[in-house]
């Protein structure tokens, strides 16, 4: 290693002091806007920094030595942890957004990502979680979602109600008809077509029925994924 002169010392330590403050700066910037955690790799809280504590109404002392499950929401099927601890104990980044309780009772959602910490081998030892607040975000979604159902509901409504009328209608006068006392062969023709026509309208406005009933569940589904 070579010499270093007077004004290349200066240089490096005068990036060092200018450095300092900068991170400083970085670290303040990171505890007021991002959620941060760091777990042991069996996923024991070691650190937490203010804004975690913030948002979930837990103490630093509460948080220190529990699980996260502390501020989990039960929202999440246990297959959906399963996959996230799959990622991160390959040593690989995991992305996700989840539903956490406060201590309150309350609940939020984050945007996570979770990043193992290697040793030289390369073998996760610690995770580092990020997580910023999107709650806001989620319940518009949530409320976008509704809206689209309602929608759909009403038209549903307006469809069945201008359809079952006039089947309602049809079927009362086909009956009148069929027990008028009438044998004519052709008139029997037109009484059962008009009954199958009928029919068809019916079945028509109860599948659309189960089909918006299926498309509410399988949003419902997805809410929770």
Same mark, same amino acid.
């Given at each position: 290693?070579?010499?270093? /002169? &007077? ?5 490096? @330590? ?18 007021? $806007? ?12 070691? +650190? ?5 504590? !913030?948002? $979930?109404?837990?103490?630093?002392? !509460? #948080? ?11 929202? +999440? ?8 601890? /799959?990622?991160?104990?390959?040593? !690989?980044?995991? +992305? ?17 990502? %979770?990043?193992?910490? &290697?040793?030289? @081998?390369? /073998?996760?030892?610690?995770? #580092? ?5 999107? $709650? ?17 509901? *009403? ?5 069945? +109600? !201008? ?6 209608? %049809? ?6 008809? *069929? ?8 008139? &029997? ?24 009933? &299926?498309?509410?569940? *399988?949003? @419902?589904? *997805?809410?929770?994924?």
């Amino acid at each position: 290693m070579g010499i270093l /002169k &007077k004004d290349e010392m200066y240089l490096v @330590d005068g990036s060092q002091e200018r450095l300092v403050p900068l991170l400083m700066a970085y670290q303040q910037a990171v505890d007021t $806007s991002i959620i941060s955690s760091i777990t042991d790799v069996k996923g024991t809280i070691i +650190h937490v920094n203010k804004r975690f504590c !913030e948002v $979930s109404k837990f103490s630093r002392k !509460e #948080l220190l030595g529990q699980n996260h499950r502390i501020i989990n929401s039960g929202f +999440h099927p246990k297959e959906f942890l399963k996959d996230m601890w /799959k990622t991160i104990g390959k040593g !690989e980044v995991w +992305h996700g957004e989840i539903k956490n309780q406060a201590k309150d009772g309350s609940f939020y959602w984050v945007d996570s990502v %979770i990043v193992p910490i &290697k040793d030289k @081998d390369g /073998k996760p030892v610690q995770y #580092l979680s990020l997580r910023t607040l999107i $709650s806001e975000r989620k319940e518009k979604e949530e409320k976008d979602r509704e809206d689209q159902v309602n929608a759909m509901e *009403e038209m549903l409504f307006k469809i069945s +109600h !201008e359809l079952r009328q006039p089947v309602v209608k %049809i079927l009362g006068l086909s009956e009148l008809i *069929e027990h008028s006392g009438n044998s004519q062969e052709d008139l &029997k023709v037109m009484i059962a077509g008009i009954k199958e026509s009928a029919i068809m309208l019916d079945n028509y406005t109860r599948e659309l029925a189960a089909f918006v009933h &299926k498309i509410r569940n *399988e949003q @419902d589904s *997805e809410s929770c994924q």
